[in-house]
């Protein structure tokens, strides 16, 4: 059974970092593609930055670019994201996912990190809440 487990959140100031981990339990993650999504309230969840553990592809949506880095740990089965310079308008609860890579690509690597590339067939953690003061 695969299970995805996400740490790291919590509350930071205005221009402080966090970095969030997410611990997978995937017998082949080299074949697959870890996302990253968020889900402010009364919104809808959107793709934050994806990475292929396969080859090391990776997007970053326009509005962390620049303040977010994906990584992946292959050996540990664990992708993080580092968030530097967050704003309050980062303040969401934020998932992480994994869906086979040959599940994954509908046009462009870019193009294909959102929520319909990882459902109804990836996998999805249980979430957690970063909050920034500002």
């Known amino acids: 059974e695969v299970q995805l487990v996400e740490s790291g959140g919590g509350l930071v100031q205005a221009g402080g970092s966090l970095r969030l981990s997410c611990a997978a339990s995937i017998f082949d993650f080299d074949d697959y593609v870890i996302g990253w999504f968020r889900q402010a309230p009364g919104k809808e969840r959107e793709g934050v930055s994806c990475?292929?553990?396969?080859?090391?592809?990776?997007y970053l949506a326009d509005s962390v670019k620049g303040r977010f880095t994906i990584s992946s740990d292959n050996a540990k089965k664990t992708v993080y994201l580092q968030m530097n310079s967050l704003k309050s308008e980062d303040t969401a609860v934020y998932y992480c996912?994994?869906?086979?890579?040959?599940?994954?690509?509908?046009?462009?690597?870019?193009?294909?990190?959102?929520?319909?590339?990882?459902?109804?067939?990836?996998?999805w953690g249980q979430g957690t809440q970063v909050t920034v003061s500002s």
């Open positions: 990475i292929s553990s396969r080859d090391g592809s990776t």
């Open positions: 996912a994994a869906v086979s890579v040959v599940l994954f690509l509908n046009g462009s690597f870019r193009e294909s990190c959102r929520v319909a590339s990882f459902s109804p067939m990836g996998y």
